[in-house]
């Protein structure tokens, strides 16, 4: 293994399954049937002559029933999934590794494995990530017994489940649903463009219109279907609230059966192997940042993490977003789509140029901390389809906690630089307690199957400070659930214990 090589993309790989209940046990779905399919289209998509031992390394994204420490396993566990995947694709890495929690990941995994080949650490990594949660849920539903189980054993380096992204603080007033975090970030974006939650709704619709495009197109996609602005713009049955503003299909879907593969070589090993030069995609810049939690970040209406990311990408690739042809923006939340828009200096609305090659979290799928891979895949496919352009892919872990991105061409760089470690931030926000009183900085509605059944807000005091609190109250619901957006009102804080409750304020 030489020191200075070009890593290259060779090979990519996607599955998917729309398995229902009622064809039966036999012909459902595993973490390791679908990652095979994949691995096997990623080795045919390089030409098909690698042997077994061609791959040093396999890198697997970590599933999301291994990321919860309250996972019950119902349907029991691969005791080593990534070498349960290598046994079924019939290959034999000798370095495997199970990578810890996070949409970042796949990116992350393929920036950290073109280090590697650049440094001489490997030849040949594959990527590989698979998720079947939809099969589990359905299975579920319809009392049926899968088996998950697999003894395949050998070395593994686990990397764990990472750090917590949830503070004592965050979990004491119910910040503990992805969706809740994101609605905090929404409201306070709609607040700084001065939109009503209808108008900010309707800007969600115009956005993600042009995802369920994509995603209706792709033969990938879980949720493949045509949806008009105006469903997406409007509360019902089939697009019911869940944390103002958000609706359904606002929101990552992660009820799929999913599974995708890349494979990176070094571009001696492409020679050795006959990979035609027009198959290569190369890495020209990549770049990581990784957040504090959301309770002591200074910025709530857009993401440093995001913005520190993607700089660093563009630093290395020496070009700039005027230079991308192709965009996959991590959409789990149409405020993470605003947020790289804005770190971008791109307007959405305006934007013409395609802002993913899926169709985005909620339409293609959102496999858990798997999505940038299948993003990545199908980047490679497009860039391959238009020599010379560059794509670029960012990937998002937590609540815009941790990100990776990377930009993409089959036009071989000069140099390559692998990516830096991941960049973190220097200031914070004090928390604070009651009694006191401060200007609502952002806030969401929880609901329920009965409607509105909680409110959750930040709130800024004199001090500086910021203040998390919670109510149940009839009059503090109707109030943060108006059309209005409440950011910027005065309210009073009054305290319990660790927890905050926040009542209109009374002059």
């Avoid at 619709?205 to 045509?226: C, G, H, I, T």
């Avoid at 013409?352 to 980047?379: D, E, K």
């Avoid at 609901?447 to 009059?475: L, T």
């Amino acid at each position: 293994m030489a020191r200075g090589e070009l890593p290259v993309l060779v090979g990519v790989g996607q599955a998917v399954s729309h398995w229902t209940a009622e064809e039966g046990v036999a012909a459902a779905p595993s973490y390791v049937s679908l990652a095979e399919q994949a691995i096997g289209r990623a080795l045919q998509d390089a030409g098909g002559a690698l042997p077994p031992d061609a791959i040093d390394t396999l890198a697997m994204v970590r599933t999301m029933e291994d990321s919860l420490p309250t996972s019950a396993y119902a349907f029991g566990r691969a005791a080593n999934l990534p070498r349960a995947v290598a046994k079924a694709a019939g290959v034999t890495p000798e370095t495997a590794i199970y990578e810890l929690t996070g949409g970042q990941s796949p990116q992350a995994l393929v920036n950290e494995m073109g280090g590697r080949i650049y440094t001489g650490e490997s030849d040949c990594a594959l990527v590989v990530g698979s998720e079947v949660i939809g099969a589990m849920k359905a299975a579920r539903r319809a009392g049926l017994d899968l088996d998950l189980s697999d003894e395949s054993d050998g070395p593994v380096e686990d990397r764990g489940l990472g750090a917590s992204l949830l503070s004592r603080a965050e979990i004491k007033h119910g910040l503990v649903v992805p969706a809740y975090f994101y609605a905090l970030f929404e409201n306070a974006m709609a607040a700084r463009r001065l939109e009503t939650k209808e108008a900010h709704r309707a800007a969600m619709a115009r956005l993600f219109k042009r995802y369920s495009d994509v995603a209706a197109a792709n033969p990938y996609a879980q949720f493949p279907e045509d949806r008009s602005e105006t469903f997406l713009a409007s509360p019902s049955k089939e697009n019911y609230p869940f944390a103002d503003p958000f609706l359904k299909w606002h929101m990552a879907q992660d009820a799929v059966n999913q599974a995708a593969a890349v494979l990176v070589m070094s571009e001696s090993r492409a020679d050795t192997f006959g990979i035609p030069a027009d198959a290569r995609v190369y890495l020209h810049g990549a770049g990581e940042a990784y957040d504090d939690h959301i309770s002591v970040r200074p910025v709530l209406d857009g993401s440093w993490a995001m913005a520190e990311a993607l700089a660093r990408a563009f630093e290395q690739a020496n070009c700039s977003p005027a230079d991308i042809a192709l965009f996959d923006l991590y959409s789990c939340f149409p405020c993470a789509v605003f947020s790289a828009c804005e770190a971008l200096g791109i307007d959405p609305d305006s934007e013409r140029r395609p802002l993913t090659v899926t169709g985005g979290l909620p339409f293609f799928g959102g496999p858990g901390n798997n999505y940038s891979l299948h993003a990545i895949a199908s980047m490679v496919e497009a860039v391959r389809a238009a020599p010379g352009q560059k794509g670029l892919v960012l990937a998002n872990g937590g609540w815009m906690t941790k990100e990776a991105a990377a930009i993409y061409s089959t036009e071989r760089p000069t140099a390559f630089t692998p990516a830096a470690p991941a960049a973190t931030p220097s200031a914070q926000i004090p928390l604070a307690v009651g009694p006191v009183e401060g200007i609502v900085e952002t806030f969401t509605i929880i609901h329920g199957r009965d409607g509105p059944r909680q409110a959750i807000c930040f709130v800024k005091i004199a001090s500086g400070a910021r203040v998390i609190a919670s109510s149940r109250a009839p009059d503090v619901l109707a109030r943060f659930g108006d059309d209005r957006s409440a950011i910027g009102e005065r309210v009073a804080i009054d305290t319990d214990g660790e927890v905050n409750t926040v009542r209109l304020y009374a002059a």
